[in-house]
């Protein structure tokens, strides 16, 4: 049973084009998250959404939109691809801000 | 705000030797400590947490990690690695209240040698 599912695993697209990365969580979670993890490993928040509402949002460019359907999904869409977001994006969720957190498998984009 | 320092990028360790991997936090008020480890080309796995009680907090694959307040550390030790335990180690932080997020280590990576 697959707690946190990202859908596609790789991605490799040319820059200048418009992708989105897909998140679901059967966990029953009220949290969810976005992270991006760069060449360095270095892995930072970039959003979070609590039942739906967006709660935290990092400094990102505004070419980043999350989008939360509803509590169980979280996706990410990126406009206008640029080299520099190349780049493994991790979901997470968790029941609330002070529980664990479950990180999904991670999508690697390629930017070419 | 909160940052977490990981002194060692890299550790390579004999199996079978014990290991230590580095963590220090600065933060202004209470916080959560966490170890999360992520195995090749996964995702990551919480491998244990402090939220409070007893400093010491201990995983079920052997790791220990012990919380210390006067040095702001959360060192990671165990004391027999094995070959399946080469992993990325992120230490993280968050604080006790308000929907702040994780901040993370920038990773140590641990490679145990046959």
């Known amino acids: 049973d697959t707690a946190v599912s990202q859908t596609p695993k790789y991605l490799v697209t040319q820059m200048g084009n418009d992708k989105s990365i897909k998140c679901e969580q059967n966990l029953g979670h009220d949290t969810m998250y976005w992270y991006k993890q760069d060449s360095k490993k270095f892995l930072k928040i970039m959003f979070s959404?609590?039942?739906?509402?967006?709660?935290i949002n990092e400094t990102v460019p505004n070419r980043f939109s999350p989008k939360s359907p509803d509590k169980a999904h979280l996706n990410l869409h990126i406009n206008s691809l640029e080299l520099g977001d190349s780049a493994v994006y991790f979901c997470?969720?968790?029941?609330?801000?002070?529980?664990?957190?479950?990180f999904g498998p991670g999508t690697r984009l390629t930017v070419l | 705000a909160q940052s977490v320092t990981q002194l060692d990028s890299q550790v390579p360790v004999f199996e079978e030797a014990p290991v230590e991997l580095r963590c220090n936090y600065s933060?202004?008020?209470?916080?959560?400590l966490f170890w999360y480890v992520q195995y090749p080309n996964q995702g990551l796995q919480l491998l244990l947490k402090?939220?409070?009680?007893?400093?010491l907090v201990k995983s079920i694959n052997g790791f220990e990690a012990e919380f210390n307040k006067s040095q702001t550390s959360f060192h990671l030790r165990k004391p027999s690695v094995h070959i399946s335990d080469t992993a990325e180690y992120f230490c993280?932080?968050?604080?006790?209240?308000?929907?702040?997020?994780?901040?993370f280590g920038k990773g140590t990576r641990l490679s145990v040698i046959a």
């Open positions: 402090y939220l409070s009680g007893s400093t």
């Open positions: 993280a932080v968050r604080t006790r209240s308000g929907n702040t997020p994780l901040v």
């Open positions: 933060s202004s008020v209470s916080v959560y």
């Open positions: 997470a969720s968790s029941q609330d801000f002070l529980n664990t957190q479950y």
């Open positions: 959404y609590n039942n739906k509402e967006l709660i």
